[in-house]
């Protein structure tokens, strides 16, 4: 298979991908929400559509960063960006974390995994988006 070296088909080409990938994120989304309706939100996750679902999703949001990354504007301090979102992510994180564990059903043990749980999940999209930003802005720099 020859590589396309128009624009136009390329675009063309990237156009057609992501029309694919709304209909089969569509179905996957009709296939599961049916599962919701008769067999509840255990039966919904049983799935393994779900799985699928959550992978495809995790893995669109990486690549977004990537490209949001790109696009901001060069005037953003990246140090200054990943310290704004470690505080905002530490305050959500106890916040959570607290009114998890004071809760009828919930311990403070409970609340210190579910606080600690979203600081590692929420971690390392930052980390990634600050490696993103101190790349962009190195390879600028050196320009």
């Not at 995994?113 to 190195?138: A, E, H, N, Q, T």
Request: include cysteine.
């Amino acid at each position: 298979m020859k590589k396309i070296t128009d624009e136009r088909l390329v675009l063309q080409n990237l156009q057609n991908i992501r029309i694919a990938y709304i209909i089969q994120t569509v179905g996957i989304l009709g296939i599961l929400g049916y599962d919701f309706v008769t067999k509840g939100l255990d039966g919904m996750r049983e799935n393994p559509l779900w799985l699928v679902f959550m992978i495809t999703t995790v893995i669109s949001a990486y690549l977004s960063m990537s490209i949001s990354a790109d696009h901001e504007s060069s005037k953003t301090n990246p140090q200054k960006s990943l310290a704004v979102s470690l505080i905002v992510l530490v305050f959500i994180s106890s916040v959570v974390g607290v009114l998890t564990a004071n809760t009828d059903e919930f311990h403070m043990p409970n609340g210190v995994m579910m606080g600690g749980i979203l600081f590692v999940c929420g971690l390392i999209p930052i980390v990634y988006i600050y490696k993103l930003r101190k790349k962009r802005l190195d390879e600028n720099e050196e320009d």
